[in-house]
């Protein structure tokens, strides 16, 4: 989650499981609903619901995600890693993730259930043929995108994302800026789509292509200390084509009016070298961010527009918090003691889990894609 500001924008690109099925093609992946045996068989797709989200032991898609597998050993580094991690951090330090607020960014995650609300997906970008136009899906009725819906005098990312669990498909929306609790149309300015059981690519919620669930941090996750996956980043801007996994286009240091030299491509893979020692004495939830850019690293998977800030994506308090419910991550903030704040002055007060001590950033590289590949 970023600070608040950042516009981001993603490459030009009846029974309710009745209805939601003439969007399937496959059933889910039986693992997936198999339950993990550490967490319990309740901890499934398809027993999903408000109020019993997934825990800690869940994580979308495939053993062969390149989100789910670790950096290989001794993958080369870029010629020019070095100095692409140097100017990240000269542009500004790495930003704090927000909790407790459902306006300050974040993509939040909906699992929708038998009988919610049934809407027709329409993309208002014309840039060109959008996948999940005329599809119908079923929605609960008060998911809202994080920040709520999208205005002219509230223009913001207005991200939200859908799991039909009974389908296996994973909805990734961008900028909604019509959303009723009955149903109907849900109007949006682009998306895609990618199998909650497959490798998290090919969709169109962010600038890389990736399901929105792809990299993403969520309360469970931090409230054990434990992350089993890879994270994404938003840098300021990329240069050049993207590379593996990433399939789409972000905006260009050009186009942002900063210089291009030695700056990301879309899909870059950062690596944090950080040793025993140094994990050891982070707090748990710090040294489960930590520990996941070791062994499974970051992907660049969208652009901020803004020199002075980069940071990691978070599950958006709004999938909590539009049914009621505190944000566990706030929950986690609270425990740990850590003081509410309300950087953007509205009604929801804000925790702020600070990153930019005790991790040294300049640890990090720039892995080669071809060790994403595994052809080097």
């Known amino acids: 989650m970023l600070a608040v500001g950042v516009t ?45 989200w997934p825990s800690s032991c869940w994580r979308p898609y495939s053993e062969a995600s390149p989100f789910n597998q670790a950096i290989p050993r001794h993958s080369p580094r870029l010629s020019n890693s070095h100095a692409i991690v140097r100017r990240l951090l000269d542009g500004g330090r790495v930003s704090s993730l927000i909790a407790g607020d459902p306006d300050s960014g974040g993509s939040p995650t909906y699992y929708s259930q038998f009988g919610d609300p049934v809407y027709r997906l329409h993309c208002s970008e014309p840039w060109g043929r959008c996948e999940i136009e005329d599809m119908r899906i079923a929605i609960p009725g008060r998911a809202m995108p994080t920040g709520g819906l999208a205005t002219r005098s509230n223009d913001h990312d207005a ?20 959303k009723s609790p009955d149903g109907g149309t849900l109007v949006f300015g682009w998306g895609g789509r990618t199998r909650i059981d497959g490798k998290g690519l090919g969709s169109g919620g962010v600038a890389a292509g990736f399901g929105n669930l792809a990299g993403l941090i969520r309360a469970q996750e931090l409230a054990t200390g434990r992350i089993d996956h890879a994270l994404t980043i938003e840098v300021p801007c990329v240069r050049g ?42 707090p748990p939830w710090k040294r489960a961010i930590a520990s996941a850019l070791k062994r499974y690293s970051a992907y660049v998977d969208d652009t901020t527009g803004n020199p002075n800030w980069w940071g990691f994506s978070v599950e958006g308090a709004a999938t909590y918090m539009s049914f009621g419910y505190q944000d566990p991550l706030a929950g986690l903030a609270e425990r740990l003691g850590l003081p509410p704040v309300n950087y953007i002055h509205n009604r929801y007060p804000e925790y702020w889990f600070v990153l930019r001590s005790g991790v040294r950033w300049e640890a990090m590289r720039v892995v080669r894609p071809c060790a994403t590949r595994r052809i080097c």
């Open 8 to 52: 981001r924008r993603p490459r030009i690109w009846a029974a309710a499981l009745t209805l939601a099925a003439l969007a399937a093609t496959a059933a889910p992946d039986p693992s997936l609903a198999a339950g993990h045996p550490r967490c319990g068989g309740d901890d499934r797709l398809g027993a999903y619901r408000v109020g019993h």
């Open 159 to 178: 991200h939200m994302t859908v799991i039909d669990q009974a389908t296996g498909w994973e909805y990734d929306l961008w900028h909604v800026t019509k």
């Open 241 to 282: 084509k993207a590379v593996y996994p990433a399939t789409g286009t972000a905006l260009s240091c050009g186009r942002a009016g900063l210089p291009s030299r030695d700056a990301p491509h879309l899909g870059a893979r950062l690596q944090l070298r950080v040793s025993p020692r140094e994990l050891r004495r982070m």
